[in-house]
């Protein structure tokens, strides 16, 4: 079973933040927070992933909080390509017996409005 | 560099066929892990493959097997095909290293089988 919880689903206006939460209140001292995206159809897209601190990219950036329990991830300005199934997953570090399988849950649908 | 490259993009098969799908991971990959994807079940994982060993398995019947050749490619096979089947069949391939990033998974663009 998959170790995150995420909205269904969500909406964001065009050009707006779009913040996408995720609660992992099980997670492990040694587990990372991965983010995938998968637009309809396509393979799922990496996003961005950490460990206790924030990380910025040129896609997104990931807010863990400070008892790593919950994240957000936050688009800074959304657009239509945006619109996606967004994935938050808790993953064992590399080394670990796991570390190849990613254990995906139902995600969070994304859909960016104009 | 050209990403993971998984073919065909679409198989339809009838129950009872087998069927082998293929999948190139980015240059220097060694490890490749393969996912199925349907609209009831959503995105699970089969196995992966590192250094032409199975490394690890999820929870799927042994009509469901794959292999991965010497220069990483790997192939993933499914014998007596059920309509429950059908589904998009996606691999990704990491350099399975240590260190900030190195075992990022990214993944193909799939494969759609259809099991008539």
């Known amino acids: 079973d998959a170790k995150t919880t995420q909205p269904t689903s969500m909406d964001c206006a065009e050009g707006r933040a779009a913040n996408l939460p995720c609660n992992h209140s099980?997670?492990?001292?040694?587990?990372?927070v991965y983010w995938y995206r998968q637009i309809h159809s396509q393979g799922p897209q990496y996003i961005i992933h950490g460990l206790k601190n924030n990380e910025t990219n040129e896609m997104a950036s990931l807010i863990i909080t400070e008892d790593r329990k919950s994240s957000t991830l936050i688009l800074p300005h959304a657009t239509l390509r945006d619109t996606a199934v967004y994935y938050c997953i808790v993953r064992v570090p590399y080394g670990s017996s796991n570390t190849g399988k990613l254990i995906f849950g139902q995600g969070t649908t994304l859909q960016v409005k104009p | 560099k050209a990403g993971v490259t998984q073919t065909p993009r679409y198989l339809i098969k009838t129950r009872g066929q087998q069927v082998t799908l293929s999948c190139s991971p980015i240059?220097?990959?060694?490890?490749v892990s393969w996912y199925q994807q349907t609209p009831g079940q959503g995105l699970q994982f089969l196995f992966e493959?590192?250094?032409?060993?199975?490394?690890n398995k999820g929870n799927f019947p042994g009509r469901f097997s794959g292999r991965q050749f010497s220069n990483s490619r790997s192939e993933m096979n499914v014998s007596t095909l059920e309509l429950g089947d059908s589904a998009l069949y996606l691999c990704?391939?990491?350099?399975?290293?240590?260190?900030?990033?190195?075992?990022?998974?990214?993944f193909g663009a799939g494969t759609r089988l259809s099991v008539l």
């Open positions: 990704a391939s990491s350099l399975a290293r240590a260190g900030p990033g190195l075992d990022i998974q990214y």
């Open positions: 493959y590192f250094s032409e060993t199975q490394r």
């Open positions: 099980t997670i492990s001292g040694n587990e990372y």
């Open positions: 240059s220097g990959h060694r490890s």
